[in-house]
């Protein structure tokens, strides 16, 4: 089944403690992104890659990190997270961003206390 | 810069009639221009997108219209019904392919 992955679905943790949200697709897509998703400012781009090695800043990448080692992975680090991070996350992927459907893994809710 | 304004932030109308969502972008935007339902506690799906060489596209009940010259698209929904009822994002895509901006969203409820 042609899919994203997130993990963790779940994640309360505390400020300063380094945490990845890991994203895997199964589709051989080229591009893949990170959204976080707050009340009444909708999805804000964090990170985008266009494909191995190729990464550049979304509208909000302050205070995360990515890297796109492989093709179907691309995880989302935040170093030292701050409860300004605290957040609903998605990662996305697609054939080629403009051309193509974004397809949205399930999501990760993120609490940082 | 790179900017979609979308509107209104909530809709409510009854079901049967019709729904019309508003976005705008700034001057850099490419030429695809999607839009996306997103229903309570799910992932955002893609439910219709358009290109700038045409200037409307019709799926069923739903259709979008692009106005290049006036910078604006609009997602119409007809014969509204309750499972209709979700957020609503429009995107237009930046940096040659690369930044998808979303619009802040519109909820919309239909009510039977």
């Known amino acids: 089944e042609a899919q994203v992955t997130q993990n963790p679905r779940y994640l309360i943790t505390v400020t300063g403690k380094k945490l990845t949200v890991t994203c895997s697709q199964n589709m051989n897509h080229e591009y893949m992104s990170w959204y976080r998703q707050d009340p009444g400012l909708g999805l804000r781009q964090i990170y985008y890659?266009?494909?191995?090695?190729?990464?550049d800043k979304g509208d909000v990448p302050e205070g995360y990190k990515v890297s796109r080692k492989e093709k179907r992975n691309f995880p989302l680090i935040l170093e030292s997270p701050s409860p300004n991070q605290t957040s609903l996350y998605f990662c996305?992927?697609?054939?080629?961003?403009?051309?193509?459907?974004?397809?949205f893994g399930e999501g990760s809710r993120l609490t940082v206390l | 810069g790179e900017n979609v304004e979308q509107h209104p932030s909530t809709l409510s109308v009854q079901e049967g009639d019709s729904a019309v969502i508003k976005c705008t972008y700034s001057d850099s935007a490419s030429n695809y221009f999607p839009w996306y339902k997103q229903e309570l506690g799910k992932r955002p799906q893609l439910i219709i997108d358009i290109r700038s060489n045409v200037g409307e596209k019709k799926d069923q009940r739903i259709a979008v219209t692009l106005n290049k010259t006036a910078k604006h698209f609009s997602l119409h929904i007809t014969e509204t019904q309750p499972e209709d009822s979700a957020v609503y994002f429009c995107?237009?895509?930046?940096?040659?392919?690369?930044?998808?901006?979303f619009g802040q969203g519109t909820e919309l409820s239909v009510k039977p």
């Open positions: 996305a992927s697609s054939t080629l961003a403009n051309t193509g459907e974004l397809f």
């Open positions: 995107a237009a895509l930046y940096n040659q392919g690369g930044k998808l901006i």
């Open positions: 890659s266009m494909n191995v090695e190729v990464t």
